[in-house]
């Protein structure tokens, strides 16, 4: 089991260091007929916050949103972390990210 969370690990550790404002998840499975995408990107809002804007949705629709605001990036970064890992686990491919 030890060598299970290692792999874990290193697969969220691109997306988990090096997300600056952008992530990107994707989920095929043919079988099921499942093909879902999971969107994460940071924003500067008019009074100066930071938005977390969430887009998720089956691909090639425009998905449903929700949007939550910080102080700061570094406020953010916590659940941004805990949402990067948590679409890892359910077997989401980290497809882009700045």
């Known amino acids: 089991m030890t060598s299970t969370r290692r792999d874990t690990a290193c697969q ?3 997306a988990v260091v090096g997300f600056q404002q952008y992530a990107r998840f994707e989920r095929s499975d043919p079988a ?3 093909e879902r995408f999971y969107l994460l990107a940071v924003q500067p ?5 930071v938005a ?3 887009t ?3 691909i090639g629709t425009n998905g449903h949103r929700l949007s939550s605001t910080f102080p700061d ?7 941004v972390e805990r949402l990067i890992r948590r679409r890892l686990a359910r077997r989401y491919e980290l497809v882009a990210w700045t």
Request: aromatic share 4%; net charge positive.
């Open 32 to 34: 099921t007929n499942r």
């Open 56 to 58: 998720w949705g089956r």
């Open 45 to 49: 809002t008019l009074l100066g916050d």
């Open 52 to 54: 977390l804007m969430r």
């Open 73 to 79: 990036c570094v406020s953010a970064q916590q659940t």
């Open 12 to 14: 969220e550790l691109p």
